[in-house]
């Protein structure tokens, strides 16, 4: 999910994730200056992702007791489970004026617009890196990614995004939660990550064009916020590398 330079996305206009779509909402109608709404609560998934365990997911070893335990096996396969896919029809203009509904009713237009087209964004990340469709997993590592990038202003190479969308292909099926999801809330949760973690990733690249100081505060607030109330950890035990997600604290 690396997003280049501002300066190189703008230059090729083509760039999926820097050119297109940062132009589009650099229009005067939208300036990233209507704070984004809070973490949604999505229909029959209780956060954290991993529940039931201290444990660092992936990894086996600990996130506070210093203990340890056999890793658990890693598969660099795109192949996608059936139970982390988005069958039902796409709802994406509605799933995006739900999300914009969360802001003062003068907003909600250039909100719902700016959603929509992070996911048109999304799709083509999709694409770029040989992901398979509607795959819920996908969407959700673009959520964790897109918040993390914002929030600590840096890019994650798509090497590392690949390998977070893989663990999470492999973990999602085992979460209760995410088991129970009708297939419409399933693609709620699939298009709204998208949509959100997207957005979040090009507000990034907004700022490095545009500098707006206190809305960047009130952005960097909102991403850390979505990222500790989806993983249940301080930001700071949140961690993005070439192995993927890493989840708490590091060790000295």
């Not at 190479?157 to 999801?181: H, K, W, Y």
Request: glycine share 6%; proline share 9%.
């Amino acid at each position: 999910m690396k997003l280049n330079s501002t300066s190189r996305a703008l230059r090729f206009g083509r760039c999926a994730l820097g050119g297109w779509l940062l132009c589009s909402l650099l229009q005067p109608a939208w300036a990233f200056d209507i704070p984004p709404p809070p973490p949604p609560l999505y229909q029959g998934l209780i956060f954290p992702l991993f529940p039931g365990s201290s444990a660092i997911p992936f990894s086996g070893s600990s996130g506070s007791s210093g203990s340890s335990s056999k890793p658990t096996p890693r598969s660099n396969s795109n192949n996608t489970s059936s139970t982390t896919l988005a069958t039902e029809p796409t709802q994406v203009q509605a799933h995006a004026r739900e999300l914009a509904a969360q802001v003062p009713p003068a907003q909600r237009e250039a909100l719902a617009q700016a959603y929509s087209q992070a996911f048109e964004g999304y799709r083509q990340l999709e694409r770029k890196l040989g992901l398979p469709e509607n795959d819920v997993a996908n969407a959700l590592a673009a959520f964790i990614a897109g918040n993390y990038m914002a929030l600590h202003q840096v890019e994650v190479p798509d090497t590392s995004f690949v390998r977070l969308a893989a663990q999470l292909r492999e973990t999602l099926p085992r979460n209760p939660g995410f088991s129970a999801m009708s297939g419409a809330a399933k693609r709620k949760l699939y298009e709204q990550s998208a949509m959100q973690g997207m957005f979040m990733a090009v507000a990034r690249l907004a700022f490095l064009k545009q500098p707006q100081p206190a809305a960047e505060q009130n952005y960097r607030a909102a991403a850390r916020a979505s990222l500790e109330a989806a993983l249940k950890l301080p930001a700071e035990q949140i961690r993005i590398d070439a192995q993927g997600l890493q989840l708490g604290a590091t060790t000295p």
